[in-house]
């Protein structure tokens, strides 16, 4: 069994004009699904360094990740592999996003009372509603 490990996260950004919550998602090319930003662990990197790292190749966006939110999700992609992906909550007050050519269709801000959803896989709307409840009790 091949095992692969990935990091990402969700990103939230408050709109200074209307005061609003987004959350950065990804469109991708292959198959059109929406997810949050993520990516394959480095050598020598840790989950952190993953995470911030992929959130920036894939979107542009610089964030800092400062909360104790960590979910993890297993799944197997195609038979004989399993896949765990670690994901964060995350925060940026960086409005610019601008999608990594190749694998990504396109970068959009969603406001968080749209991102369930408009999510794809049961998966992320799990991540997705665990990561609320973090958020609340962070207001």
């Known amino acids: 069994m091949l095992r692969e490990k990935s ?29 949050f930003p993520k990516g394959h662990m480095e050598p020598g ?3 952190y360094m993953t995470a911030v790292r992929e959130v920036f ?10 909360c104790k939110f960590r979910e993890t999700v297993h ?6 592999v399993t896949k765990e992906v670690v994901y964060f909550l995350t925060h940026t007050q960086q ?10 269709a396109q970068v959009e801000w969603v ?18 509603r665990s990561a609320m409840k973090t958020l609340q009790a962070e207001e």
Do not use: W
């Not at 709109?15 to 699904?33: A, N, T, V, W």
């Not at 409005?95 to 990504?104: L, M, N």
């Open 111 to 128: 406001p968080l009372e749209q991102v369930e959803s408009s999510l794809t896989h049961e998966n992320d709307k799990v991540v997705f």
């Open 75 to 80: 799944y197997n992609p195609m038979p004989g």
């Open 7 to 35: 990091c990402g996260a969700l990103v939230v950004r408050r709109d200074e004009e209307d005061g609003k919550q987004y959350l950065l998602m990804i469109r991708h090319k292959l198959g059109g699904h929406r997810s």
């Open 95 to 104: 409005k610019h996003i601008k999608a990594r050519e190749g694998e990504i």
């Open 45 to 47: 990197e840790t989950e």
């Open 57 to 66: 190749e894939e979107t542009a966006v610089q964030i800092r990740i400062d």
